[in-house]
């Protein structure tokens, strides 16, 4: 009889065990230390990120491995990237990293205290021409919120915008991506930049004929500039940018100018990035007939994500003085 009880429990306890739902937990500062690793691949610059040890950090993620029941990193060598469960982790840890962080905003906000710092992205028109005049007055009605601008091409600034490192973005062209919400901002006008000594610079306006037996310098791919070009110039009817006799391409419009002094070849550049120049008298902008280049420069979110107050406050003051240029 005490042998078949003792079966009969061993029976139970081993399917009680079985059934049992594996807990997984973990807290916010072990996921930001997690998210760091994940996003700089490497424990000694997230534990600098994160004003901790190596050591300390090491031990905080084999902690949280032990926490969540499974390995969250391979380590191959000196890189480390992270496993299908980390991959699911870091999706989720950003979202409630964020909520977090609009909570506490949401806090102060309610409090009266509008302070904190605020990630926003620019490409490269509105990041170096346009946006550090307005984040100046930005932060005259707002001295205790610090902002971060972070300048690159157009299809970089609307990716981080939805992996989540930047709450805005400010971009020269237009992405059909279901979860960006797009606000239209300021004009902008694309001209032929040549220097003041070539021989087009007495003309107001070029043929695309012309155009194209010029060496001509391009920005890189994903450049809104670069994008909004190629659609005028396929609406023509020409080649497009097959047309062009391309000697380079550059990844800044800084350094198309450049190479437009130095009479590396001609380009079509924003007259907003050409002032400085133009008014010098260094470089000339011509027309290019048949083609009237304007755009606008679009302020993006992601529609997933709830606009903390801090961002809101960015938001509605890009909004409003957007009117005045």
Request: charged share 25%; proline share 2%; aromatic share 6%.
């Amino acid at each position: 009889m005490v042998s078949v009880f003792v079966r009969t429990l061993n029976y139970h306890m081993k399917k009680s065990a079985s059934n049992q739902i594996l807990s997984v937990d973990f807290d916010l500062r072990q996921l930001e230390i997690f998210r760091k690793v994940v996003e700089l691949g490497s424990f000694s610059k997230a534990a600098e990120a994160v004003f901790l040890a190596q050591a300390s950090v090491s031990e905080r993620i084999a902690t949280l491995e032990s926490l969540v029941g499974t390995k969250l990193f391979d380590r191959l060598g000196r890189q480390i990237m992270p496993t299908k469960a980390g991959e699911i982790l870091y999706k989720h840890a950003g979202l409630l990293l964020d909520m977090k962080r609009t909570a506490c905003l949401e806090m102060q906000d309610f409090l009266g205290i509008k302070q904190g710092e605020i990630h926003i992205g620019g490409s490269t028109i509105p990041g170096e021409y346009i946006l550090p005049k307005i984040i100046g007055d930005f932060r005259e009605e707002h001295p205790l919120i610090s902002v971060v601008l972070s300048i690159s091409d157009t299809n970089n600034i609307e990716d981080r915008v939805l992996n989540g490192h930047l709450e805005l973005g400010i971009v020269g062209s237009r992405r059909s991506h279901r979860n960006l919400i797009h606000h239209k901002l300021w004009k902008d006008e694309l001209v032929l930049a040549v220097p003041a000594h070539h021989r087009l610079a007495k003309r107001k306006a070029v043929s695309i004929e012309e155009l194209s037996k010029e060496p001509f310098i391009l920005r890189q791919a994903g450049s809104g500039t670069l994008k909004i070009m190629e659609d005028y110039l396929k609406t023509s009817g020409s080649k497009a940018i097959d047309s062009l006799n391309v000697v380079a391409r550059f990844g800044t419009s800084t350094a198309v100018k450049e190479g437009i002094k130095a009479g590396l070849g001609i380009s079509v550049l924003s007259s907003r990035a050409l002032d400085t120049e133009l008014k010098a008298g260094i470089i000339k902008a011509l027309k290019v007939k048949g083609l009237s280049m304007f755009r606008n420069f679009y302020l993006i979110r992601d529609r997933r994500r709830i606009a903390s107050p801090l961002c809101q406050a960015m938001l509605d003051f890009l909004l409003a003085t957007s009117k005045e240029k």
